[in-house]
Every structure is written in C-alpha cells, then in structure tokens.
T-cell receptor, first 118, second 117 residues
C-alpha cells in the first residue's frame, strides 16, 4: 500500500531565506504522481506543484521547486525567498496510478507546519 | 472560474444527532471527492465519485456515513448518528477525469468544520 511520510511536524525559517520540507513515499508502483499542497489557517488546500514519476526534470513553479530523488523515494519541497504569507501547513501527497480508479485519489502525509519569521 | 463551494462552513451538534454537508464542484469536473481531516492529521479519503457513480468508498464508515451525487453534479455527505470522533473538517474536492499523466489537480473547497459535543 502507498504511504507518505513527513517527518518534520514544524519548521521555522527566516524571511527571505530558503527552506526545504521533507517528504518520503513508499509504493511498489512504477507510475505515480506526487503533489504538494499548502493549507493556510483559513483551511482551504491550495495546489503548489506536481511531479510525475517518469518526469526526468525536477518540477518548478515560481518560488517552489520539487527535489525529486526517485531511488531514495523522496520528493522534498523547496521554497526559495520565504515570505510571511508562506506560513501555513504543507502537505505532500501521492496519487495512485490513474488506471486504478478513474481520477486517482490522493494519499496525504501528516503535514509540516511552516512558520516564517520577520 | 468559480471554485468548489461547500456549506455549511461550521456546524456544532450533539452526539447521536445527524448532519449533512453539501458540495458543488467546479463546472465540468467529473470526479468529486470527500475527505475527512482530523485536527493535526492529513486528509483521508472517505468517498470518490466519477460522475454519479461511486469509484472508491473503502474508508467510508457505512454504518453512519452516506453520500450521494445525484445527476453527477453536486453532492451531499451525511452522518447519522454522529460520534465524538467525527469532529473534523470535511473537505470536498473535484478534478477532471483521470488522464494518463496522472497530473490532473484536485481543487478543494474551504471545508466544513464539524464539532460533535
């Protein structure tokens, strides 16, 4: 069964510095997708970035990049130039192979709470 | 485009009472998901619909939880009777139907926070 592990319950970072949030996953499938979502105190889950298991290059979206190390089964999120508005919970998630069921559910980790200090 | 709409945002009930949550997905999204997020944990899938058919309800406590998606658009999640451990945020999400790349993104609503006393 697929599993996502986020070992950092909480992280602090100084404004304008970079921070890495760890995520490891466990699956026996060859085809899967990895996602990061941000959940501010308002509660809504906001999509940040996606990496497919066959993608050769690490995904980037603005200040977000995903450090994908397939052999180590890790998919760490890197946030560059942290801003006060980045303070939130961050969840790593894995999608089962899409053909298992149409759409493919996401399995989430426990989350990491990031606090950005001014 | 309009996002995923959920109501009510907050609900407080006594144990053994019933409650219902409503979700209206993004127009054109065939897949609809209900997730339960207990405080301090990541979301856990309760049920997934593809149009108006159930794709996955393996983690839905069927003795007390039920969900329907009539006409393949909006959906209702019901809990009857509620238990203390049902206190959580209930998140609805929608996405386009599955694609070979698996990259279709789930868009979430703001959630419905349930407190069972």
């Amino acid at each position: 069964a697929q599993k996502i592990t986020q070992t950092q319950p909480g992280m602090f970072v100084q404004e304008k510095e970079a921070v890495t949030l760890d995520c490891t996953y466990d699956t026996s499938d060859q085809s899967y997708g990895l996602f990061w979502y941000k959940q501010p105190s308002s509660g809504e889950m906001i999509f940040l970035i996606y990496q497919g298991s066959y993608d050769e290059q690490n995904a980037t979206e603005g200040r977000y990049s995903l450090n994908f190390q397939k052999a180590r089964k890790s998919a760490n999120l890197v946030i560059s130039a942290s801003q006060l508005g980045d303070s939130a919970m961050y969840f790593c998630a894995m999608r089962e192979p899409w053909f298992y069921n149409q759409g493919g559910k996401l399995i989430f980790g426990q989350g990491t709470e990031l606090s950005v200090k001014p | 485009e309009a996002g995923v709409a959920q109501s009510p945002r907050y609900k407080i009930i006594e144990k053994r009472q019933s409650v219902a949550f409503w979700c209206n997905p993004i127009s054109g999204h065939a897949t609809l998901y209900w997730y339960q997020q207990i405080l301090g944990q990541g979301p856990k899938l309760l049920i997934q619909f593809q149009n108006n058919g159930v794709v996955d309800d393996s983690q839905l406590p069927k003795d007390r939880f039920s969900a329907e998606r009539l006409k393949g658009v909006d959906s209702t999640l019901k809990i009857q009777p509620a238990k203390l451990e049902d206190s959580a945020v209930y998140l609805c999400a929608s996405s386009l139907a599955g694609s070979p790349s698996g990259a279709n993104v789930l868009t979430f609503g703001a959630g419905s926070r349930l407190t069972v006393l």
